[in-house]
């Protein structure tokens, strides 16, 4: 059983920054395709940066020259550092792992940024 604990969440003034982690549990995650996604009440849960196994990233539009994905598998951690924060950014961020069964899940940790 995969179990991701994501951490590092919080209240930041407009402008400020966070770094959200994301420790996996139950598995070796240098295996994993991993991401970070979020979910703004009222709103579907969008992907906001995907870095594969290999270290391949991607991100959302929105995000992009902002926020940074990173990983460190003898850690089985994955960061999401964000910098530039706009309240548009509030939102439940989840982390995310994918290998070759299901997609696992973590509990989700709250950014709100303030204006």
């Known amino acids: 059983q995969v179990r991701l604990v994501e951490s590092g969440g919080g209240l930041v003034q407009a402008g400020g920054s966070l770094r959200l982690s994301c420790a996996a549990s139950g598995t070796a995650f240098r295996g994993y395709d991993t991401g970070w996604y979020r979910q703004a009440p009222g709103k579907q849960r969008d992907m906001v940066a995907t870095?594969?196994?290999?270290?391949?990233?991607n991100y959302a539009d929105s995000v992009k020259g902002r926020f940074t994905i990173s990983r460190e598998n003898a850690k089985n951690t994955v960061y999401l550092q964000m910098d530039g924060l706009t309240p548009e950014d509030t939102a439940v961020y989840y982390c995310?792992?994918?290998?070759?069964?299901?997609?696992?899940w973590g509990q989700g940790t709250q950014v709100t940024v303030s204006s």
């Open positions: 995310n792992a994918q290998g070759r069964g299901p997609a696992y």
């Open positions: 870095i594969t196994a290999d270290g391949t990233t």
